[in-house]
């Protein structure tokens, strides 16, 4: 079993900063992909980013040049610092990750954490 927990949500105003956290915990866990989602209210969820095992980064459009994802392999965590933040971003933000895990013989897994908040006030 893979659990993971997200932190860093928050209220901010607009044009301020937040950092989200994502870690996993597992039993000898390799982590592939990370992702970073979002779902505003009354809208479906949304890609942001990706950082792959690698370190091979993509993002969504709206947020390029302002939010950035990374990974530290050594405490399974994965980050999504977001800069100049507006209104528009609003959303509860999803961290997913894949990767394997070893239980009696590896594993994969495909988690999801339990959402952040983010408020973006005008």
């Known amino acids: 079993q893979v659990q993971l927990v997200e932190s860093g949500g928050g209220l901010v105003q607009a044009g301020g900063s937040l950092r989200l956290s994502c870690t996993a915990s597992?039993?000898?866990?390799?982590?592939?992909?990370m992702e970073w989602h979002r779902q505003a209210p009354g809208k479906q969820r949304e890609l942001v980013a990706v950082?792959?095992?690698?370190?091979?980064?993509n993002y969504a459009d709206f947020v390029k040049g302002r939010f950035t994802i990374s990974r530290d392999n050594a405490k399974n965590t994965g980050y999504l610092q977001m800069n100049s933040l507006k209104p528009e971003d609003t959303a509860v933000y999803y961290c997913?990750?894949?990767?394997?895990?070893?239980?009696?013989?590896?594993?994969?897994?495909?988690?999801w954490g339990q959402g952040t908040l983010v408020t973006i006030s005008s």
């Open positions: 997913n990750v894949r990767g394997s895990y070893y239980r009696l013989v590896r594993r994969v897994f495909d988690a």
């Open positions: 597992g039993s000898s866990i390799n982590i592939n992909d």
């Open positions: 950082i792959t095992s690698g370190g091979t980064t």
